[in-house]
């Protein structure tokens, strides 16, 4: 062979020396052990937020939705934010779970079933917020096409109407293609666990699941399928979110660049999200062998590039508001940006177009403690792109004598921190009793589950010789 | 064929995937019908080594889809059109372009649930009780062991010459599985 060629291997998805057994051993012990101190703390605090949350909520439906900040030209400000921030850092865990299944993309089975779980614990918290925000939540049961006594039916061209549509089925979608993952994982726990009762909980779950091949043949078709369903659905998902806006005539909101902007900013913060959990998880459970730093330099570049078209969209807003030549609209970018919400303005470019911008650089890409004060950053700086969307075009719209300024109450920040409470007390729960990596799919992308592995060049399997 | 009635199959352990490999396409190649290889993840290549035909699985979403299709359009032109046509904001009854994410929502849901209950469906599950797991070795096969069970039902099946056909193809362990 001459010198100027050279074989580059395959970077190693998995580190260390590990076989099948131990990949095993090293996620099935985690719900096996006893249960940290650290977890009885955090679970507590986070039942705590929650039960502030629930009060919260009690209060709002008991007094009206006059307890938080909302006022005449402000009809939607915190609640709709929520809803669009939490529902946006969900769709990572789809994107990881489905479309880089679609793109062969080996290093996801590190992170797929935990960034799965996130998902639909990120959309229950999402789902929150529509659902009391509507002032009158005993007659919520009128945005479902169920037959009643007024003989009425939900508006079907209404994009809210839409997104009620599109929320239950990511909800209930993400939750079947989180639980079809599950199976053979839930199968190895319940031939591992030695209590009866844990044997007979985890095997009640795994179905009687065996690791046929007559049933894997099924179960790839099953995962393949579901995976090719997600990945419009995730992309509908918000495109319908961002339609809550887009449909509307408001200045700020009538434009048609917001489902792809949305979808990005979506991307964007559900990575960041991802790698907040995941940096303190791989430390806490010492899994640094299977979310290597390799994963989050991937993960950052994909930040990088979503962050990008996000600070791009916002440079067309502003091109496109001046270029089309609408007098509203230009007054709502230059008030956005100059105007009384200014500093929530500058906060967001400060986090969501500067703050990526170190990903260009190699060694921050593989710096662990930056990578987690950034992925900060951005969730921070794209709840603010949500509430500058929300709330800047609401507060001065067409007729400056209707103007006004939304300040939040208690409630309104109690409610939202309490959000937190919800989604971690599952998420805690998740990582203390389920796998937190999916099993079977890190073993499937070792070297040594293909068979040409043990193949030597005459084709037969080295041991059979 | 008496002795085999209180067996469930003979069980065929084997070193690495490629061994199982081997031996699947061999023991279909010697005509057994009914067998399967365990395994803790699948194997690239297994389905041809057995000769399994396409999972079903394609056709069944399919029609789930086609099912939600027409479920999600009829909902919105009944509802809007036919039960109750109210004008809102001057859009005609039948506002065909505003169907469509309802329409779509639906078609995933339906096909979701096509590909999620299928799956059970052709799997057999849930199951609460199978033969294969009175053998204390098969609980490998959902951590590090690779397996072929031939089935006492097939019509080849003998327990003398099956195990002796399996160590034959390179099994590491063999036992009878009792029913």
């Known amino acids: ?465 | 064929m008496r002795s085999n009635s209180n067996q469930y199959g003979v069980l065929a352990e084997f070193a690495n995937p490629a061994d199982l490999m081997d031996a699947a396409s061999a023991v279909n190649k010697a005509g057994y019908k009914h067998f399967d290889t365990y395994s803790p993840f699948p194997i690239h290549g297994m389905d041809d080594a057995m000769g399994l035909k396409e999972s079903k699985l394609g056709w069944i979403v399919l029609i789930h889809g086609i099912i939600g299709l027409l479920g999600g359009i009829a909902l919105q032109v009944w509802s809007m059109d036919i039960a109750y046509p109210l004008h809102i904001s001057g859009k005609p009854y039948l506002n065909f372009p505003a169907f469509v994410p309802v329409g779509f929502a639906i078609v995933i849901l339906l096909s979701a649930f096509g590909a999620f209950f299928g799956l059970f469906a052709l799997n057999k599950l849930p199951r609460l009780h199978n033969p294969l797991f009175n053998s204390d070795r098969i609980a490998k096969a959902t951590d590090d062991g690779f397996f072929i069970c031939i089935e006492a039902t097939d019509p080849v099946y003998s327990e003398e010459k099956s195990t002796a056909f399996l160590k034959e193809a390179g099994a590491i362990h063999t036992e009878i599985i009792p029913k």
């Open chain 1, 1 to 465: 062979m001459s010198q100027n060629t050279a074989i580059v291997p395959n970077n190693q998805l998995v580190k260390g020396n590990h076989d099948f057994a131990s990949i095993t051993k090293l996620i099935s012990d985690i719900p096996q052990e006893r249960t940290p101190l650290w977890w009885y703390i955090a679970f507590g605090i986070s039942n705590i937020v929650m039960a502030v949350m629930l009060a919260m909520i009690a209060w709002l439906i008991w007094e009206g939705v006059g307890v938080w900040g909302l006022n005449n030209p402000v009809g939607w400000a915190w609640d709709i934010t929520n809803f669009v921030w939490w529902v946006g850092i969900g769709h990572a865990g789809t994107l990881i779970s489905a479309i880089l299944f679609l793109f062969r993309q080996g290093w996801r089975t590190a992170i797929n079933r935990f960034a799965e779980s996130m998902t639909i614990f990120a959309v229950m918290c999402a789902g929150l917020f529509p659902a009391i925000h509507v002032g009158r939540i005993w007659a919520i049961y009128w945005i479902f096409p169920l037959p009643n006594s007024m003989q009425l039916w939900p508006n079907f061209n209404s994009p809210l109407l839409w997104d009620v549509f599109a929320v239950f089925t990511y909800l209930i979608v993400s939750t079947l293609f989180w639980y079809v993952g599950l199976i053979p994982d839930l199968a190895t726990m319940r031939d591992k666990v030695k209590g009866t009762i844990s044997r007979l909980l985890y095997g009640t779950f795994a179905l009687g699941w065996t690791g046929g091949n007559r049933q894997w043949q099924n179960y790839e078709k099953s995962y393949m399928i579901l995976a090719g369903l997600s990945t419009p659905l995730v992309l509908s998902v918000h495109t319908i979110v961002s339609f809550d806006f887009a449909v509307s005539i408001i200045p700020g909101w009538h434009t048609t660049i917001f489902p792809p902007y949305f979808v990005a900013g979506a991307v964007f913060s559900g990575f960041a999200m991802v790698l907040s959990l995941m940096i303190i998880t791989r430390k806490l459970y010492k899994l640094e062998d299977i979310m290597t730093v390799d994963h989050i330099e991937k993960m950052n570049i994909i930040i990088l590039v979503t962050g990008t078209i996000v600070g791009f969209a916002y440079a067309i807003e502003f091109f496109i508001a001046w270029y089309g030549g609408v007098e509203y609209e230009k007054f709502a970018f230059v008030n956005r940006a100059f105007g009384p919400y200014a500093w929530a303005y500058w906060i967001m470019i400060t986090c969501n177009v500067v703050s990526p911008q170190f990903f260009w650089v190699k060694k921050f890409r593989r710096n662990v403690a930056l990578t987690f004060i950034l992925s900060i950053v951005i969730n921070i700086g794209m709840w603010f792109e949500r509430f500058v969307i929300v709330v800047t075009s609401l507060a001065q719209d067409f007729l400056p004598s209707s103007w006004g300024y939304f300040s939040p109450t208690y409630v309104d920040v109690l409610t939202y921190i309490g959000t937190f409470g919800l989604f971690f007390t599952f998420f805690l729960l998740f990582l203390r009793f389920l796998p937190m990596v999916a099993i079977s799919e890190v073993k499937g992308v070792l070297p040594q589950a293909n068979p040409a592995y043990y193949r030597s060049n005459n084709g037969k399997s080295k041991t059979t010789e």
